[in-house]
């Protein structure tokens, strides 16, 4: 069993710039790839990034590229996501989440395992 704690969420305004880190139980390399979720006040959970259990690949919503930046510290257990740029549409409980290793990276909600508690961010205009 993986416990996930996310933290860093908040309130900012727009154009600026959060960093949510996301604390592991477990050992997570060479076991997990990470990834990011969120979920907008009446949307569906949806995908945001995602990093390979070695960190060598990575992955992302097209309304996030170039913005956020996915990222993990295998030796802390932790994983990041640091959010730039951010928009009123950002708003969102933001998850993390770890998924047994598949062959390849997986954006797909289903295919993760362990999710966190979440994080609210709340972009202001």
């Known amino acids: 069993q993986v416990q996930l704690v996310e933290s860093g969420g908040g309130l900012v305004q727009a154009g600026g710039s959060l960093r949510l880190s996301c604390a592991a139980s477990v050992r997570t390399h060479s076991n997990y790839d990470m990834g990011w979720f969120c979920q907008a006040l009446g949307k569906e959970r949806e995908f945001v990034a995602a990093i390979r259990w070695n960190g060598g690949n990575t992955d992302y919503a097209d309304w996030v590229k170039g913005r956020f930046t996915i990222s993990r510290d295998n030796a802390k257990n932790t994983l990041y996501l640091e959010m730039n740029s951010l928009k009123p549409e950002d708003t969102a409980v933001h998850y993390c989440?770890?998924?047994?290793?598949?062959?390849?990276?997986?954006?797909?909600?289903?295919?993760?395992?362990?999710w966190g508690q979440g994080t609210q961010v709340t972009v202001s205009s």
């Open positions: 989440a770890a998924a047994y290793v598949r062959p390849l990276l997986s954006t797909n909600i289903n295919e993760y395992n362990f």
